[in-house]
């Protein structure tokens, strides 16, 4: 079964600086989706970046970027010029291919709580 | 607007009694999902339904019943029989080929 692991339970960045979540994951499969959602204190789920595994290039939205490693099973989160707003819980998450019986499901690491300093 | 609407947002239940969750998404989305989310846990798969009057288990299905009569709707029933059911409910769907969840916005269940 996949898993996806999340080692930091806390960060802390000052405002205007960049931080790097990170996240791990365990896998079999060749072809999958990978994912970053923000939850701020609202707890609406927000997509921030995704990456297809079949893509080398890393995935790029704004200020927030991925560092994936495939072969390492690493796929860590960089964000840029930090903002107030960006205080949430980040989590990571992982999808099967959509074939060979899988539903697709995501599947979640435990989140990483970012706190953004003034 | 297109979404998913989850209601309510806050519910208390009383030990013993069963109450449902409810879920509405206009988004034309054939698959939709619960998750539970604790303190530190991450979120959990309860049930998920990928077409009409179809679902299946997820990894913490006990306690818990779904349905899916009509493709907008996936209700979540919270029965007696679930022993720790405070939490942080969130309902999601998916379209065919889905490349992005899309969520509602929770409801949290307090048992008192």
């Known amino acids: 079964a996949q898993t996806v692991t999340q080692s930091q339970p806390e960060m802390s960045v000052q405002e205007a600086e960049t931080v790097t979540l990170s996240c791990t994951y365990d896998t079999s499969e060749s072809d999958y989706y990978l994912f970053w959602y923000k939850q701020p204190p609202s707890r609406q789920m927000i997509l921030v970046i995704r990456q297809e595994a079949y893509k080398q290039q890393n995935a790029t939205e704004n200020r927030f970027s991925v560092n994936f490693q495939k072969a390492a099973k690493s796929f860590s989160l960089k964000i840029s010029d930090s903002q107030l707003g960006d205080a949430a819980m980040y989590f990571c998450a992982y999808r099967s291919p959509l074939n060979g019986g899988s539903q697709g499901n995501l599947i979640f690491g435990k989140g990483t709580k970012l706190s953004v300093k003034p | 607007d297109g979404g998913i609407t989850q209601s309510p947002k806050y519910l208390f239940r009383k030990e013993g009694q069963n109450v449902t969750l409810s879920c509405e998404q206009n988004?034309?989305?054939?698959?939709m999902y619960w998750y539970r989310q604790d303190p530190g846990q991450g979120l959990r798969l309860i049930y998920y339904?990928?077409?009409?009057?179809?679902?299946q288990k997820g990894d913490i299905a006990e306690g818990y019943s779904v349905s899916r009569e009509k493709k907008e709707s996936f209700p979540l029933t919270v029965t007696s029989a679930q022993k720790n059911p405070t939490a942080f409910y969130l309902c999601?769907?998916?379209?065919?080929?889905?490349?992005?969840?899309?969520f509602g916005q929770g409801t949290r269940l307090t048992v008192v």
């Open positions: 988004l034309n989305h054939d698959a």
């Open positions: 339904s990928q077409i009409v009057n179809d679902f």
């Open positions: 999601a769907s998916t379209r065919t080929g889905w490349t992005e969840a899309f």
